[in-house]
């Protein structure tokens, strides 16, 4: 039997629970094809990055869910999960090659909540002095 590694990616509101196993290079993301999946090829890039970096390049099969967030949020979420997924199934190969393209750490940037009493996070309505 193959080695399943599974990972968790998160990016803004956006999670990816990702599969990892030995294959030719298959990537499903909730049961559809990748470039079916994302249609620009900007994602599609995101997405295979940490193979690109760790010369891994049609050596795994994916199978993804994602969960909430935009198409890029989902996108940078599974290019987190993917890259922790390769991490843990080979600490010294890959890790430092990730780690040092920066695809091991999460953006922890969230969008601050709209407060009360005004049009936006931080924005104001206009004053009027009279």
Do not use: C
Not at 4 to 11: C, D, E, F, S, W
Not at 85 to 111: C, H, I
């Amino acid at each position: 039997m193959e080695k399943t590694v599974n990972a968790l990616g998160r990016r803004k509101s956006a999670v990816a629970r990702v599969y990892l196993t030995a294959g030719a290079g298959n990537i499903t993301v909730n049961g559809r094809d990748l470039k079916e999946y994302f249609a620009e090829d900007t994602l599609v890039y995101i997405v295979n990055q940490p193979f690109e970096v760790t010369g891994t390049v049609g050596q795994f099969d994916v199978k993804a869910n994602l969960d909430g967030g935009g198409v890029k949020g989902q996108a940078e979420a599974l290019r987190l999960g993917i890259a922790r997924a390769l991490s843990e199934l080979d600490r010294e190969a890959y890790r430092s090659a990730l780690k040092s393209a920066g695809f091991l750490t999460r953006d922890a940037r969230e969008v601050e909540r709209k407060k009360p009493g005004q049009p936006g996070a931080r924005r104001r309505f206009q004053f009027s002095k009279r």
